[in-house]
């Protein structure tokens, strides 16, 4: 209303003075806007919680997604009591907290109806005001999975769940979450099996597991479901799948095995266990959500039904276990000091992901490799692909790698229309570069009598069946590859990852006794994403990808498709005169190369058509990885297994 009045003054000057002496009480007389205040919440304190917290859950009705919790916690103090509902997930770097689908909620104290206020501030707080002399407040509330992609992920379906604790819990403000102790109940559906690393093996509908301290809790979060399978990989440990049919279970010997020789790579990495036993939760659907969050004695693992059944086309899905796994040492045993927090309101800090997340990204190829997860040949064509896109992106002209661990807090994976020139949470791909950059540059200049492996065997072994959490710094990541290799390494990391840095980090490559070249045929790699998709990769071409029926899944930002006006959104009905196909759309890159007459397209854009023209002649344009060198080079060494 001011800002309109100040406006109107001024592009209509001939107003009277009196009228204007009338206006401007009105100005004056509107309520000035004060911040709002919360009330005061109890900051963490590292002092135990007097007392054994009972949540009750019931997560039967899977036809609706919705659980139905009873939490109850004995009274420490009279007068205001806080609960709080997670809000900082450990693994989601952000504060993804759901408390959008907590719902239903009643408070009770001695079994009294007792009002609850939320805070004006911390929408994630609830206050109570508790009499003296009273014993037990109790709190009954549904959590509603969501029912539709859309509404976030499916958590639930007629064949298999997935339990987080965090989002059917709150916990009492003041305590530092590993001092509150927590027994726990479960209703599963009727004849469906339970997995959770609180109790290792396969459980059954209904459980009632030993009392844990609430970070212990928050990090074993369990699946259950109708048909489930369990094999052993190790001692302590067990690949448990829950499947959207029976048959979806018919792992093969040798898959398996692969999965045998992960646990046993991975331990040879890194010389010791941080955790007393684990669970692989493999959700194998096409209804429930995917997933891939790290905890230390498990991780939740969710991909296509598929997993097992069409597992030669399908490498990039074998990808996930190795990179969840080794978060058990990279993030939850090591963990940048700004990533620890004392409970789930305080903010966590993001600056170190690209060791957190970006060398995690290495080990997980890497471990894919070694294991046979996935053959050496299939994890090259992916570091093709992601070589290729850091050395395409235009971002990287702007915007430091550094300056993506932000993104998690700023956008929590939202869908961005300009991810080549915006930069979208880079620190794990391009971090990873960086990562083979060190590896292979401690190799050469120690004769390949050191590599990376001496890195991850010192900074995140030690200590074994110890997990507890160990902090650290940028500081400590350079002092740790000193020992390996004196060298420069502040410098190293704060050029590739501080600074605003267009050319990508790819000296591995030549080091690695590869280069990277592109020719009209695409790798494997990108041949199995274009079947999955039913698209087609043009990314270094035409400068655009295209997904199903001609949708325009992106556009790379002053590419040949932005010039001609495409985005993302966008449906090609037609190539040059015809009905769209995939193929039909490269044999026009390949003929324009030839007849250097641009690529003409019909365009749907919402519910306009227009012709676009594209004069691109370049052909069609794929990364590879040419090995170069002779004999067994350092890039063969890193991705070989260790005996």
Not at 530 to 538: H, P, Q, R
Request: hydrophobic share 35%.
């Amino acid at each position: 209303m001011t800002r309109y009045l100040a406006s109107f003054v001024l592009v209509t000057p001939l107003i009277p003075a009196v009228a204007l002496a009338q206006l401007q009480p009105l100005t004056n007389s509107l309520p000035q806007a004060q911040p709002p205040i919360g009330e005061q919440i109890p900051a963490a304190r590292d002092v135990a919680f007097p007392g054994v917290i009972q949540l009750q859950v019931d997560a039967s009705d899977v036809a609706h997604g919705i659980v139905q919790v009873t939490e109850t916690i004995p009274v420490t103090q009279t007068g205001q009591v806080t609960l709080l509902y997670p809000k900082w997930i450990p693994g989601d770097h952000s504060p993804t907290g759901p408390i959008d689908k907590l719902a239903g909620l009643t408070i009770s104290v001695d079994g009294q109806a007792a009002p609850w206020r939320r805070d004006q501030v911390d929408v994630f707080a609830f206050h109570i005001d508790v009499p003296a002399g009273a014993h037990a407040i109790t709190a009954k509330f549904q959590y509603l999975s969501p029912t539709r992609a859309n509404q976030g992920r499916i958590q639930a379906t007629p064949e298999m769940l997935s339990l987080q604790w965090d989002k059917v819990s709150l916990y009492p403000a003041g305590y530092y979450v590993r001092r509150l102790p927590y027994a726990v109940s479960v209703v599963y559906p009727a004849g469906w099996k339970s997995a959770t690393a609180l109790a290792p093996g396969l459980s059954g509908d209904r459980v009632t597991y030993s009392t844990t301290d609430y970070e212990t809790l928050v990090d074993s979060p369990a699946i259950a479901g109708l048909y489930m399978k369990s094999w052993a990989l190790a001692a302590d440990f067990n690949l448990d799948v829950a499947a959207d049919e029976p048959r979806d279970l018919d792992a093969k010997p040798e898959q398996i095995a692969a999965h045998r020789r992960l646990v046993d790579q991975a331990e040879r990495v890194f010389g010791a266990r941080h955790y007393d036993h684990y669970d692989f939760l493999l959700t194998l659907s096409d209804t429930l959500g995917g997933e891939g969050l790290e905890h230390h004695r498990s991780s939740e693992d969710g991909t296509d039904a598929d997993y097992f059944t069409n597992w030669d086309a399908t490498p990039d899905a074998r990808n996930l276990l190795p990179h969840e796994y080794t978060h058990s040492w990279d993030g939850k045993y090591r963990r940048p000091a700004d990533l620890w927090t004392p409970d789930y309101r305080q903010p966590m800090g993001d600056s170190l992901l690209w060791v957190y997340e970006g060398q995690t990204q290495y080990w997980g190829y890497v471990l894919q490799a070694r294991s046979g997860l996935a053959s050496e040949k299939e994890t090259l064509d992916a570091l093709a692909e992601v070589a290729a896109s850091y050395q395409n992106q235009p971002g990287k002209s702007w915007r430091s790698t550094e300056d993506t661990t932000n993104d998690p807090t700023m956008s929590q994976r939202r869908a961005e229309g300009w991810r080549s020139w915006q930069r979208a949470e880079d620190y794990y791909s391009e971090g990873q570069l960086t990562w083979l950059d060190a590896d292979q540059l401690i190799r050469e200049k120690t004769n390949g009598r050191r590599s990376l492996d001496d890195f991850a065997r010192a900074f995140f072994g030690g200590r074994d069946r110890d997990w507890g959490v160990k902090t650290y710094n940028f500081d400590d990541v350079v002092a740790a590859l000193n020992l390996v290799l004196p060298f420069n390494w502040a410098a190293f990391l704060r050029e590739r990852l501080y600074a605003v840095q267009p050319k990508a980090p790819l000296d591995w490559i030549e080091r690695g006794g590869y280069r990277l070249t592109y020719t009209a045929e695409p790798n494997g790699y990108v041949k199995e994403g274009e079947t999955a998709s039913k698209g087609v990769n043009l990314s270094y071409s035409l400068g655009l990808a295209i997904g199903r029926d001609g949708a325009v899944s992106s556009v790379q930002w002053n590419g040949p498709a932005f010039a001609a006006g495409l985005t993302s959104g966008a449906t090609i009905v037609a190539v040059n005169g015809r009905d769209y196909d995939n193929d039909g759309l490269r044999r026009a890159v390949t003929h324009a190369a030839t007849t250097h007459q641009p690529i003409r397209l019909i365009v749907k854009q919402q519910d306009e058509y227009r012709t676009v023209s594209i004069p691109y002649y370049g052909g069609l344009r794929y990364a590879h990885l040419e090995k170069v060198a002779k004999g067994r080079t350092g890039l063969d060494r890193l991705l070989a297994m260790k005996s």
